[in-house]
């Protein structure tokens, strides 16, 4: 076996590596946007006033955020069928990863409503809005804007934990290495490969959530 690096192994193998991209990036994507539904309702009960809500909303955030997202990963995956609820491996996946991700989102919102002052409430409350009008008026986009960065970094976060889904059989773009590597036996150039797809994936999240906080919030649309 050769040990020069072989560019016509990678060549050959792009098009399947590139269907596993693909595949990493729809986990992310759903994952982020399923957690951003749940880091929602979960900070909006941490902030709450009362306790019946606020107090399961700190469990939820201090159990997922403890627990290692693999370990999480199989408990779902192996612990669900067992009370009769049986789910492909690509949802297990999107499952374990939007609950792990929703408890980090939950906290990343909630240090943005903490950060804005008390007093554009109350005068929205004296105008006579309603409390969802302000939530979702006042509040909401303030917020987003304020956290972009920071769920940035999360959407990052979650396409490289993504790779934690071949443990249950998920094949993506690590999994899809894994299987051409153990028929080429050309280890370097395809983790490599993979390496550099997930480099590129991550700076693409990167310019376009830059690209759209700026063209949204900074264009006269949304201001904090």
Not at 31 to 59: E, F, H, N, T
Not at 67 to 81: A, S
Not at 158 to 176: D, M, P, Q, Y
Not at 180 to 208: D, F, G, H, K, Q
Request: aromatic residues 6%; contains cysteine; positive net charge.
């Amino acid at each position: 076996m050769s040990s020069a690096f072989e560019f016509e192994v990678v060549l050959t193998s792009l098009p399947t590596l590139l269907k596993g991209a693909g595949v990493t990036l729809g986990i992310s994507m759903a994952s982020i946007a399923l957690g951003l539904v749940v880091g929602m309702l979960v900070c909006l009960c941490r902030i709450s006033d009362r306790k019946l809500l606020s107090w399961p909303a700190a469990v939820f955030i201090s159990a997922l955020r403890g627990i290692p997202i693999l370990v999480l990963l199989l408990i779902v995956f192996y612990m669900l069928p067992l009370v009769g609820i049986g789910i492909p491996p690509i949802m297990a996946a999107i499952l374990s990863m939007s609950l792990n991700s929703g408890a980090f989102q939950a906290e990343i919102y909630r240090g943005g409503f903490l950060s804005i002052p008390r007093g554009q409430a109350e005068a929205a409350r004296a105008l006579g809005m309603s409390e969802s009008r302000i939530l979702w008026r006042i509040l909401i986009p303030q917020v987003m804007n304020k956290v972009a960065p920071s769920l940035t970094n999360e959407l990052i976060m979650l396409l490289k934990n993504s790779s934690l889904a071949s443990s249950i059989t998920v094949v993506e773009l690590l999994r899809t290495s894994q299987q051409i590597v153990s028929n080429t036996y050309r280890p370097t150039e395809l983790y490599l490969t993979a390496a550099l797809l997930y480099i590129l994936m991550s700076i693409a999240i990167s310019v376009v959530s830059d690209t759209a906080r700026r063209k949204f919030y900074h264009g006269g649309r949304v201001t904090a």
